[in-house]
């Protein structure tokens, strides 16, 4: 019963109208109080999703994992890891999901395995076996010295020294997830019935976690390589021919001219969706400097994508606020802003949530919300944003954004109802952020907060399918602190303004192009003076925002 | 470019009364399966037709017919008898891609004659209903929805478990196959007795003593119809459940939303909404207050789209009809557990409107405190036959019970905003009687 098909009329544009919902599995509900959240646990918090509004769950990796990179360590691609539940709750999982309106994906790591899998445990020891070739070996750690280092932190060089085998083994993250090689067909045709194996079970698809790096190749930076393309043309033909409405979502963190190439040719015929990396610190950076500009230029500077293709935005994920797609400058001005103490760096990176990178500013987070609901993309958030939830940056590697939801303000944040000692990581409990100030009990009672904020700008984007499938063209206002843009799709026409300022500004928008036409406040439905012929003057209050439906006059 | 088969049934498929989707505009319309229910003279076909919209999505109908050209024989009393002699056969019939099955309940012996007359039931939006020798009713489903049907889901569980104020189930059939798994109609007892809305209007001002005394056996047989629904814990389909922590706050956000919502336009041009104009905020305090509870019981199966309409006197006792759901809601939705109490507030806002009715339609005025008897009666003999495990307790369950006839009452409001502007005093003065009401303690 949980085939999509049976709960979702045919859409192929239904990803690009979809707000999704970011879950750390292990951190939203605890269903059976072992002190871990579980598919039981989930699928109890399915109401509240459900009323948030939101159309996408996307879970982070759930396979079973010695869990040293957050689950992406996968140590067998067709199961669930225990502390999760079994396939039996995951499939009912996805089946009370599908009753909601919700669809569900999954990320899956193509490119690596842990090095507790099986298959590297009998490449390892079997050179001349059956899973021999599946991994990159070499016996020289010289080769393909192009490739960069991504986890600069923690990893000396792209290869270690395997002394079971005898050689050294390529790797483009940690040195415990061995790279794939998918130079052998049998490799190219396992991952197929992986991604078959999960959609069978009715998921909706997945969220392809580090796509660009499937293959090496001599004298490149083993990044975006054609037969790489090749590979992913040939999963989404896989997809098209027996699963129709699923989506495959890639994570390219990549410059967008680059990333474009993920979407394929023609209508788009490899992933369906890409993230758009390099928006979202400029975002950050855009808010901070008070000027437009960033923002402007990297939307103008993004390539046209596919008819059938859409663009995946965000403010903060599970991961650091990445710094790759920044310049140097642009890099040290983040840090200097945003990472005041060195613990909240990682990587090319700063390990913060939204909340507390934004210094807890309610009108921050609401403008950095209108901003990204406004662009062209779907928007993804992270569970606990839209509570205002902090981070814990004495927490290791990531674990500081990846903290338990806080549900309530009982003990463990309503999270779960094992001991304190037993919880994966500690719920956050300072005055500020902790659970007692901050939770969605509190949050769904008080009319005024940002959760009940986040529910109607969500149910707004819902009711304009502009925001999902329209044209958009930035206006150049004199005011560079203010960003403004149009959207169009068939007769609806929206104007959005944002104030990036912390103080109040006017800003005349030429507008002669509407002229006649009257602006509706979106929100409060309120009706502002008719367009004329000279520019149109708003004023906006600091860090405020418009959003107008720009609509015939009924007068007339 | 479509055939002119195709577009002959197109054109019949969008011209009847139970095509759900008049405002869009339908782009291919196909058979997508069939099967042959009769070959001999009169030939009776069963087709599953897809028609698809411009916007991609599409729908599937049920159409029962002779072939292309005679797409629909419910007319015909002989075809619609071979449905009703199929089901006490329980014949399997073989489709393109599926099977269409029949089947009868052994425990009913009111389909053993021959059936003479068939008469259709006129006024029906989505279903087309046939009425045999005043003794049967056949309801065909028109349009078609994967999974299971709710109200033969409701019926079977409301039967094997001896709830007897029910129209007895006679029968089902229903469609299994490559498109989709789907009840395609139902047969049940035929009940002659009096609309429990007509029964309220006609005696309103005559004798309204012989109808709120009655409404005490309504609020009886209400509470034994949830107190059985929410008596079987071993079928998980029934199995009442305890609500999530959020439920509450979810419920309030929920009504605190849609007041806030209506109250931000309200049409300056309608004096009937002049007692609750700049009351939002008022309103929105009031349910702060009454969502301050202990507790909101569990949640069960339900009749879902309650109200005195559905409700029929017959034999001096009530019979229940029509578990359908709200049509608007997706089947999934329908069959969602909730409070029973959703129910109860659903009959309540339902006196509220038959009170106004006959000032409305008939210019008198309901007798002093009609609808204040009307609760209470109906409310006693709830509270008799309820199983307590079911609901919250004391005062909890009448501030639950508000909440859930103002959240009832809001949305009145916008419909009849929408739609009957003259009627929009029903859901003000509900709204009002609320907030000058005490809040339960």
Not at chain 2, 40 to 67: A, I, K, S
């Amino acid at each position: 019963m949980s085939d999509p098909g049976n709960w979702f009329e045919r859409d192929p544009d239904w990803f690009k109208k979809a707000v999704f919902y970011e879950i750390h599995l292990r951190g939203f509900n605890d269903g059976n109080d072992d002190g871990s959240g579980d598919f039981r646990g989930l699928a109890d918090k399915l109401d509240y999703l459900q009323w948030l509004g939101v159309d996408v769950l996307w879970l982070l990796p759930f396979y079973p994992s010695p869990l040293r990179d957050g689950g992406y360590d996968i140590a067998d691609f067709f199961t669930i890891h225990p502390d999760y539940g079994s396939i039996e709750d995951f499939k009912y999982f996805v089946d009370q999901a599908h009753q909601r309106g919700m669809r569900v994906i999954a990320d899956l790591v193509m490119n690596h395995t842990s090095s507790d899998h099986p298959w590297f445990q009998a490449s390892r020891t079997d050179p001349s076996g059956p899973y021999g070739d599946w991994y990159v070996w070499g016996d020289d750690d010289t080769r393909w010295s192009e490739a960069r280092i991504i986890f600069l932190d923690t990893e000396p060089s792209n290869w270690t020294w395997d002394p079971v085998r005898g050689q050294y083994f390529w790797h483009r993250f940690f040195s415990h997830q061995p790279d794939l090689n998918y130079d052998n067909p049998e490799v190219q045709e396992q991952m197929l019935n992986v991604l078959r194996f999960w959609l069978d079970l009715g998921l909706d698809g997945f969220r392809l976690d580090a796509v660009p790096y499937l293959y090496e190749r001599d004298g490149t930076n083993g990044e975006n390589l054609p037969e790489t393309h090749a590979f992913l043309k040939r999963v989404r033909a896989e997809v098209d021919a027996r699963y129709q409405d699923r989506v495959l979502l890639a994570e390219a963190n990549q410059w967008p001219a680059d990333v474009v190439a993920y979407f394929g040719d023609g209508d788009g015929d490899e992933c369906h969706m890409a993230f758009h990396f390099p928006v979202m610190p400029r975002m950050f950076m855009a808010i901070r400097r008070e000027d437009a500009l960033p923002m402007v230029e990297i939307l103008e500077s993004t390539p046209p994508i596919p008819s059938g293709a859409q663009w995946g935005l965000f403010l903060r994920n599970h991961d650091e606020l990445t710094l790759e797609m920044v310049t140097d400058d642009e890099r040290d001005y983040m840090y200097d802003e945003y990472a005041k103490d060195p613990r909240m760096k990682l990587n090319l990176g700063i390990r913060r949530r939204l909340a507390p990178l934004l210094d807890n500013g309610r009108d921050e987070i609401q403008l950095m919300h209108a901003i990204l609901f406004s662009l062209p993309g779907s928007p993804v958030l992270y569970y606990g944003d839209e509570i205002g939830m902090g981070d814990n940056f004495f927490l290791g590697d990531r674990d500081g954004v990846r903290t338990p939801m806080q549900w309530t303000g009982d003990r463990n944040g309503g999270f779960s109802r094992a001991d304190f000692q037993q919880l994966y990581l500690p719920p956050l409990m300072d005055p500020v952020y902790g659970f007692q100030a901050v939770n969605v009990e509190a949050q769904l009672r008080q009319p005024n907060s940002l959760l009940r904020w986040i529910h109607r700008l969500i149910a707004l984007r819902k009711d304009h399918p502009v925001f999902g499938l329209g044209t958009y063209e930035a206006l150049r206002p004199d005011n560079p602190r203010i960003f403004a843009h149009v959207r169009t799709y068939e007769d609806d026409i929206v104007l959005c303004v944002h104030n990036l300022a912390r103080s109040a500004q006017a800003v005349e928008l030429d507008l002669s192009r509407w002229e006649g036409l009257v602006p509706e406040e979106m929100f409060g439905r309120t009706r502002f003076p008719r367009i004329g012929e000279l520019p149109y003057l708003l004023t906006l209050a600091p860090r405020g925002f418009f959003w107008f439906q720009l609509r015939k006059d009924e007068a007339e | 470019m479509t055939s002119k088969s195709e577009q002959h049934l197109i054109d019949f498929v969008t011209s009847q009364r139970w095509f759900g989707s008049k405002t869009r505009e339908v782009t291919h319309s196909a058979v997508v399966d069939r099967a042959t229910l009769r070959e001999e003279d009169p030939r009776l076909e069963l087709m599953l037709v897809e028609t698809r919209f411009d916007t991609g999505t599409h729908e599937t109908y049920q159409l029962l017919g002779g072939d292309e050209h005679e797409l629909d024989s419910l007319a015909d009393p002989r075809q619609v008898r071979e449905l009703v002699h199929l089901m006490r056969t329980n014949t399997k019939v073989p489709a393109g891609e599926g099977i269409v099955e029949f089947a009868a309940i052994e425990s009913f012996a009111g389909t053993g004659h021959e059936l003479r007359e068939a008469r259709p039931v006129g006024a029906e939006q989505s279903n087309t209903s046939i009425v045999f020798d005043e003794e049967l009713i056949l309801k065909v489903f028109r349009r078609l929805e994967a999974g299971i049907n709710p109200e033969l889901e409701l019926l079977r569980f409301l039967t094997e478990h001896g709830f007897e104020n029910i129209a007895q189930l006679a029968g089902w059939y229903a469609y299994a196959g490559r498109q989709m798994d789907a009840t395609l109609g139902i047969l049940q007892a035929f009940v002659s007795g009096e609309d429990g809305w007509d029964r309220a209007l006609a005696t309103m001002e005559s004798e309204p003593e012989r109808f709120l005394d009655s409404l005490h056996r309504l609020g009886e047989v209400t509470g034994r119809m949830h107190a059985v629904l929410g008596s079987d814990s071993d079928d998980p389909a029934f199995a009442p459940e305890e609500t999530s922590a959020e439920s509450l706050g979810l419920l309030t956000a929920t009504v605190d939303e849609e007041i806030e919502s209506i109250f931000m336009d309200l049409p300056e041009d309608n004096a009937e909404l002049e007692p609750i104009r700049g009351r939002g905020e008022e309103v929105r305090e009031r349910l702060r207050m009454l969502t301050n509870l202990g507790g909101t019981g569990r949640v069960i199966r339900h009749h879902g789209d309650f109200h005195l309409g559905q409700t029929l006197w017959a034999d001096d006792d009530w019979v229940v009809l029509d578990f359908e759901g709200e049509p608007a809601r997706s089947l999934p939705e329908r069959r969602r557990k909730r409070s029973p109490l959703r129910d109860v507030s659903g009959m309540l806002r339902s006196f509220a409107y038959a009170a106004s009715a006959t000032a409305l339609m008939r210019g008198t005025s309901p007798p002093v405190a009609w609808e204040e008897r009307a609760r209470a009666e109906f409310l006693d003999g709830y509270r008799k036959t309820i199983d307590q495990h079911l609901v919250p307790s004391g005062a909890s369950m009448d501030k639950l019970l508000r909440v859930f006839e103002l959240e009832k009452a809001v949305y009145e409001l916008r419909y009849e905003l929408n739609n009957r502007p003259d009627w929009v005093k029903i859901p003000v003065a509900g709204i009002v009687r609320m907030l000058e009401e005490e809040v339960p303690v």
